[in-house]
């Protein structure tokens, strides 16, 4: 993935939109997450969430190679964030989500709704993720109160609602998912195995073959939707990265790059 500049940086520049780099979505070998970490440290973002967001199964770090990682680019002036799944299914899940929250060095963002249940419980401080519905002032000044950080509006929320929600200012810091193939649903359900025949319990981490997930295709040809696992995302790529003058007017102040295969 390429990291871009939206602006030049000049004494009569407006103030220059963060570039923070998402969760990683995709089931890459371990190595390749190593590598592409490593690589992230050298460049111009200026924050990271870590971690396993999408399926539970995916386990190739463990928690403690997720806490290394922060740590490495914490000594780089990366801004480290944590992140909790966005579909808790299980007794496992639940336990997975609070040793995040424990983790006692770095911000956690909450994937759902029972992420934010957790952390205001335990008192923490914590970031809204994509896929907590704040869809008003009023939800948002909720979660505010809960312990909520910053948030990062809903995918499916227009600008000239973000720009509602933050007026007359904004509440929290506000970030936009600019860059990258939207998440639009999770399932209980594994598309990927079922794809290939297989169950979910036994589905062979066939998600690991495809770098950037599974394209489907209408009947006409045309790219669809991708499927990732138990995620399902658009085919085609969202992109932010030339509105930056509409993206400060709604009070955004930070810009969600999604990794992708080079």
Known sequence: MVLLSTEPN???SPPRLGLHVGPLLYHWPREAVLHFYAELADSPAAGVVLGEVVCE???????A????????????GKEV???????IQSDADLRQLRRVAE????????GDASAVG?????GARFVLGPHVNVYS???LAEYVSAGGMRWVAPIELPLKAVAQINTPSPLLPTEVFAYGRMPLAFSARCFTARHHRLSKDDCQFRCRDDADGLLLSTGDGEPFLVLNGIQTQSAGQQCLLGEARALRE???????LSPGSP
């Open 10 to 12: 000049g004494p009569a």
């Open 57 to 63: 199964r995916r386990r190739d770090l463990k928690p």
């Open 65 to 76: 190679d997720w806490l290394a990682l922060a740590r490495d680019l914490a000594t780089t």
């Open 81 to 87: 964030t944590l992140a909790t799944q966005a579909l």
């Open 103 to 110: 983790n006692g060095e770095f911000l956690v963002e909450a």
């Open 118 to 122: 957790v952390l205001e419980q335990m």
């Open 137 to 139: 002032r009023a939800a």
């Open 250 to 256: 709604a009070g955004v102040s930070r810009l969600r």
